[in-house]
């Protein structure tokens, strides 16, 4: 399972703001997290639509966190993007698809990505944008002293 760019893109940009709070114009985080400016003006519309962002119009303005990055989770950052994180369809998550299974009840392959489902929302949301900073800040290259 892979997630979206636009859900990548978002977890990216939101690590800048968790790693260093303060207020960013567009052009800034695009430069900076290599993002395209179009693209990244939805996804920060949608992030602040979603509560996770404020904004500010004019000089000096820009967006910042709405919330603390340690109560931020990934699964809510994807959700907001993506919408439910979903292995299969008629995975109880959106009754308005079709399933393809005789009897959703006790289909196997439906019973089972459900645990997949509930395995990977509970990875997902159980990583907040503040741990995920820290996963990447000693992460830098070789170093060497003489």
């Not at 008629?90 to 079709?98: M, V």
């Amino acid at each position: 399972m892979r997630i979206s760019k636009k859900s990548e893109y978002a977890l990216r940009a939101l690590l800048v703001f968790a790693r260093n709070p303060r207020s960013y114009q567009i052009h800034e985080l695009s430069e900076r997290e290599n993002i395209p400016v179009k693209f990244l003006e939805q996804i920060l519309l949608a992030l602040r639509h979603g509560g996770l962002l404020n904004s500010k119009r004019g000089v000096g303005g820009g967006y910042s966190l709405r919330a603390n990055p340690g109560r931020i989770t990934v699964g809510e950052v994807i959700r907001i993007m993506d919408g439910p994180v979903a292995p299969v369809s008629c995975a109880a998550e959106n009754p308005q698809e079709k399933c393809t299974c005789p009897d959703p009840r006790t289909c196997a392959l439906r019973l089972f990505m459900i645990s997949v489902r509930e395995g990977i929302g509970g990875m997902l949301d159980g990583c907040t944008l503040e741990e995920l900073a820290r996963l990447g800040s000693d992460q830098g290259g070789l170093a060497f002293e003489i």
